[in-house]
């Protein structure tokens, strides 16, 4: 069990990768901390509970900074600190260009970018002094490709990458890992939101053929928080079957 010891705090757990990155977490013998906005966290937690591993769960809005420092104080009053933090928490508003709302693009920029950023803040505060610790954002290939139809969700995610090399050049020297994971087309909610042909052009733009699965990003976030990627930070590792976009 590669996470053995370690505690981790994971964003937007309740479903989908959230849910898979919780879940292999658990597997690989880390405590965990979940958050997300519905009670299906909660349901989570007792699930993973119920099959012997430890894990602490609170519901709320990552966009509230009270709820944001609250989750860091969990982790400090319940296990003492942090060692890994994975802001997986996201939303896509599809909008073409002319016709995107710009309360949808700020709510955007909101979940996938600002709350991910000051949660940033506060966890490296909580990392073990001198022994760092890893920092994982769930960006994706809408934001190193770029997308259309998504502009705004891409413009997000492009946003993301960026914080993540910038943090993990200044965090270097304090021994924090920066990195992110850019999905490709992955089976979530999120994903079954859209249009039957506009999913279906996306799963036939996968060489690999198929669709990625949730648990396929999360033996990648695994491998992240891991010692085995001791000497990787900032790097954005593409997890998409060779999409074509």
């Given at each position: 069990m590669i996470l053995q010891g370690k505690t981790a705090l994971i964003t937007g757990a309740s479903r989908g990768i959230g849910a898979a990155i919780a879940t292999e977490f658990a597997l690989e013998g880390a405590r965990l901390v979940l958050s997300a906005r519905t009670s299906a966290v909660t349901a989570l937690a007792e699930r993973l509970r119920a099959a012997g591993h430890i894990v602490e769960a609170m519901q709320g809005d990552i966009t509230e900074d009270t709820h944001a420092r609250a989750l860091i104080q969990l982790c400090?009053?319940?296990?003492?600190?942090?060692?890994?933090?994975?802001?997986?928490?996201?939303?896509?508003?599809q909008g073409k260009l002319g016709m995107m709302r710009l309360e949808d693009s700020r709510r955007m920029f909101e979940v996938n970018v600002l709350a991910a950023m000051n949660l940033t803040q506060y966890a490296i505060r909580a990392f073990p002094k001198g022994k760092g610790g890893a920092v994982i954002n769930l960006t994706s290939i809408a934001g190193t490709q770029g997308i259309d139809g998504i502009a705004a969700y891409s413009a997000s995610k492009a946003a993301l990458i960026g914080f993540t090399r910038a943090a993990a050049k200044e965090l270097a020297s304090v021994q924090v890992r920066?990195?992110?994971?850019?999905?490709?087309?992955?089976?979530?909610?999120?994903?079954?939101?859209?249009?039957?042909?506009?999913?279906?052009?996306?799963?036939?733009?996968?060489?690999?053929?198929?669709?990625?699965?949730?648990?396929?990003?999360?033996?990648?976030?695994?491998?992240?928080?891991?010692?085995?990627?001791?000497?990787?930070?900032?790097?954005?590792?593409?997890?998409?079957?060779g999409m074509a976009v």
């Open positions: 400090r009053s319940k296990f003492g600190g942090l060692d890994a933090l994975i802001n997986n928490a996201g939303v896509l508003l920066v990195n992110a994971i850019a999905p490709g087309f992955i089976d979530t909610d999120m994903a079954r939101q859209i249009s039957p042909e506009w999913f279906q052009r996306r799963v036939e733009s996968v060489r690999l053929g198929r669709i990625g699965q949730p648990r396929d990003i999360a033996r990648c976030a695994v491998f992240l928080a891991s010692d085995d990627a001791a000497y990787i930070t900032g790097q954005v590792l593409g997890v998409d079957g």
